[in-house]
């Protein structure tokens, strides 16, 4: 395994790897596959409680990035053998909808009518009942006993708030299915009957005082407590969460409960970990389980270093800006002459690899914490660092292998790698680092460690390319098997970040 080692100065050592060693560890990944690559984690169930939107509201690039990078930390989590619970905690209940179903009452008074083209864009139903709200104290009042009849659980009102939570899912779920992710909804109604028993545990702790009429809990370091129980005697946010908290460590028995929110509701989750201590409910301290983490992100900004919007409306439509990527990249494919060298629906199918991927890896690639500059130009870019740059570079990979004309299927089995040329070593190591980029990128929920390890790769990969002559030398064997461990490590990286390999340009 080592090669040699020399002292590098006081306190440090160099170790040099071995080349056969290097070599060998690529071939056994070649032929046992990359999950033995996979991180190693010492839990069992987690929670990844991410994208969330508000019934109602229209989904913002907030939410996006909720998606995405909640989808990245649940993929890696998945290939390290957890079993994650992918969780749509989207905001379906709360005081707005007493207004929601008297403005949809009003509006169709038989519900039968009722679907998405009669109500058209939910975003707009709702200001307009938020208008009759503030200018009708009439239709106020009728709002306030809409609310009560719903948490009695009247039927009628059951009825019409199912209805709007219908077609605003519908909405979501397109987003959904364009960007390729999997997710569970169980929003804040579901957790309604579970808040007054959480409560009463946290009551018997002695955790929760009065203070100005309304039930609260303080917790260490914090000037304001955590409101838990409002002064008109309804529950908020904050109740819903801890009976969630409750009801995933006691009911989902997940051992991690991972949030994904903008970097604003960092306060809030602070005190529910907090109180949740308090409450002997999660252990003291950040290294044992069961434990929680917020996984906070920054803002998406506009060219203009505003948050970002369109011109037409205040926020921009999540469906409408993958489309565009899409359509853009199928322009840029046009432009190439491809769409005489390929079928419509290949060209469709890259666009759309493309298109998602570049507006996903634009996300993934920063630092969550801060902001970042939403630029179709900039992540269209085929050089630099892009998915389509990434893309292309795999394509060009699997192209290599294709002209060489060899099985490398049975290369895999009888082949053998051989890293005399030092670009072939440097690409060798890289491939090797895998396996710890990947585990601390899932140990420190940073997704951006795997976007540069990937970027790096290609890199490489293409160091190695120039320098190294692959089909018809001496060294062909060997050289194809470190094209196919990079192209299988890359769609590997593809596969966590949620991106589509395309393998052919
Ligand atoms: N619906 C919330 C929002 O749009 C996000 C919910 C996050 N999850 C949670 N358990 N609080 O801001």
Same mark, same amino acid.
């Given at each position: 395994?080592?090669?040699?080692?020399?002292?590098?100065?006081?306190?440090?050592?160099?170790?040099?790897?071995?080349?056969?060693?290097?070599?060998?560890?690529?071939?056994?990944?070649?032929?046992?596959?990359?999950?033995?690559?996979?991180?190693?984690?010492?839990?069992?169930?987690?929670?990844?409680?991410?994208?969330?939107?508000?019934?109602?509201?229209?989904?913002?690039?907030?939410?996006?990035?909720?998606?995405?990078?909640?989808?990245?930390?649940?993929?890696?989590?998945?290939?390290?053998?957890?079993?994650?619970?992918?969780?749509?905690?989207?905001?379906?209940?709360?005081?707005?909808?007493?207004?929601?179903?008297?403005?949809?009452?009003?509006?169709?008074?038989?519900?039968?009518?009722?679907?998405?083209?009669?109500?058209?864009?939910?975003?707009?139903?709702?200001?307009?009942?938020?208008?009759?709200?503030?200018?009708?104290?009439?239709?106020?009042?009728?709002?306030?006993?809409?609310?009560?009849?719903?948490?009695?659980?009247?039927?009628?009102?059951?009825?019409?708030?199912?209805?709007?939570?219908?077609?605003?899912?519908?909405?979501?779920?397109?987003?959904?299915?364009?960007?390729?992710?999997?997710?569970?909804?169980?929003?804040?109604?579901?957790?309604?009957?579970?808040?007054?028993?959480?409560?009463?545990?946290?009551?018997?702790?002695?955790?929760?005082?009065?203070?100005?009429?309304?039930?609260?809990?303080?917790?260490?370091?914090?000037?304001?407590?955590?409101?838990?129980?409002?002064?008109?005697?309804?529950?908020?946010?904050?109740?819903?969460?801890?009976?969630?908290?409750?009801?995933?460590?006691?009911?989902?028995?997940?051992?991690?409960?991972?949030?994904?929110?903008?970097?604003?509701?960092?306060?809030?989750?602070?005190?529910?970990?907090?109180?949740?201590?308090?409450?002997?409910?999660?252990?003291?301290?950040?290294?044992?389980?069961?434990?929680?983490?917020? !996984? /906070?992100? $920054?803002? =998406?900004?506009?060219? %203009?270093? &505003?948050?970002? +919007? *369109?011109?037409?409306?205040?926020?921009?439509?999540?469906?409408?800006?993958?489309?565009?990527?899409?359509?853009?990249?199928?322009?840029?494919?046009?432009?190439?002459?491809?769409?005489?060298?390929?079928?419509?629906?290949?060209?469709?199918?890259?666009?759309?690899? !493309? /298109?998602? $991927?570049? =507006?996903?890896?634009? %996300?993934? &690639?920063?630092? +969550? *914490?801060?902001?970042?500059?939403?630029?179709?130009?900039?992540?269209?870019?085929?050089?630099?660092?892009?998915?389509?740059?990434?893309?292309?570079?795999?394509?060009?990979?699997?192209?290599?292998?294709?002209?060489?004309?060899?099985?490398?299927?049975?290369?895999?089995?009888?082949?053998?790698?051989?890293?005399?040329?030092?670009?072939?070593?440097?690409?060798?190591?890289?491939?090797?680092?895998?396996?710890?980029?990947?585990?601390?990128?899932?140990?420190?929920?940073?997704?951006?460690?795997?976007?540069?390890?990937?970027?790096?790769?290609?890199?490489?990969?293409?160091?190695?390319?120039?320098?190294?002559?692959?089909?018809?030398?001496?060294?062909?064997?060997?050289?194809?098997?470190?094209?196919?461990?990079?192209?299988?490590?890359?769609?590997?990286?593809?596969?966590?970040?949620?991106?589509?390999?395309?393998?052919?340009?």
């Amino acid at each position: 395994m080592i090669d040699g080692s020399s002292i590098a100065g006081p306190g440090f050592v160099n170790v040099k790897l071995s080349d056969q060693w290097i070599a060998k560890c690529i071939q056994n990944m070649l032929r046992d596959g990359i999950e033995t690559w996979a991180p190693k984690l010492s839990v069992k169930r987690v929670v990844v409680d991410f994208s969330s939107p508000n019934i109602a509201k229209e989904m913002h690039v907030g939410h996006l990035r909720s998606t995405i990078i909640g989808d990245t930390l649940a993929r890696m989590l998945e290939f390290s053998n957890v079993e994650v619970l992918r969780r749509n905690h989207v905001g379906d209940w709360g005081t707005q909808f007493g207004m929601l179903i008297e403005f949809l009452f009003e509006k169709f008074p038989s519900l039968e009518v009722v679907n998405d083209q009669a109500i058209g864009d939910l975003e707009a139903f709702y200001k307009a009942s938020k208008v009759r709200f503030d200018g009708d104290p009439a239709f106020k009042e009728r709002a306030q006993r809409a609310v009560v009849s719903l948490q009695a659980g009247e039927e009628k009102y059951l009825k019409a708030w199912a209805e709007i939570c219908k077609i605003s899912r519908s909405g979501y779920e397109k987003v959904y299915e364009h960007l390729g992710v999997q997710l569970e909804e169980k929003g804040e109604s579901f957790y309604n009957p579970y808040i007054p028993n959480a409560l009463e545990l946290l009551n018997k702790e002695g955790l929760i005082e009065d203070s100005e009429g309304a039930r609260v809990i303080f917790v260490e370091g914090k000037k304001i407590p955590l409101i838990v129980v409002k002064r008109d005697g309804g529950y908020n946010y904050a109740s819903t969460d801890l009976a969630a908290l409750w009801y995933r460590l006691n009911e989902e028995k997940a051992e991690w409960i991972i949030y994904l929110t903008d970097v604003g509701q960092r306060e809030h989750f602070e005190m529910l970990f907090a109180a949740a201590k308090r409450a002997g409910w999660l252990p003291a301290g950040d290294s044992k389980y069961p434990k929680t983490s917020h !996984v /906070g992100f $920054g803002l =998406v900004l506009g060219e %203009d270093g &505003k948050r970002f +919007r *369109t011109r037409s409306t205040e926020t921009v439509k999540l469906v409408d800006l993958l489309t565009e990527a899409k359509s853009r990249c199928k322009t840029a494919l046009i432009e190439r002459g491809k769409d005489k060298a390929w079928t419509e629906e290949e060209l469709d199918k890259t666009a759309e690899a !493309v /298109g998602y $991927g570049a =507006v996903k890896y634009a %996300d993934l &690639k920063n630092n +969550r *914490t801060t902001n970042y500059t939403f630029s179709f130009d900039q992540m269209l870019n085929d050089k630099g660092n892009t998915a389509v740059y990434l893309l292309y570079a795999h394509a060009r990979i699997c192209s290599i292998i294709r002209k060489s004309g060899k099985d490398i299927e049975e290369l895999k089995k009888t082949g053998k790698i051989d890293l005399a040329h030092p670009g072939e070593r440097v690409l060798g190591l890289h491939l090797l680092q895998f396996a710890e980029v990947g585990e601390e990128s899932i140990t420190n929920l940073l997704p951006n460690g795997l976007c540069e390890y990937l970027y790096n790769l290609s890199e490489y990969f293409t160091g190695f390319y120039t320098n190294c002559q692959v089909v018809g030398s001496a060294e062909e064997t060997s050289r194809l098997l470190l094209c196919e461990a990079t192209a299988v490590v890359m769609r590997k990286c593809f596969h966590l970040l949620g991106i589509t390999p395309v393998y052919k340009i």
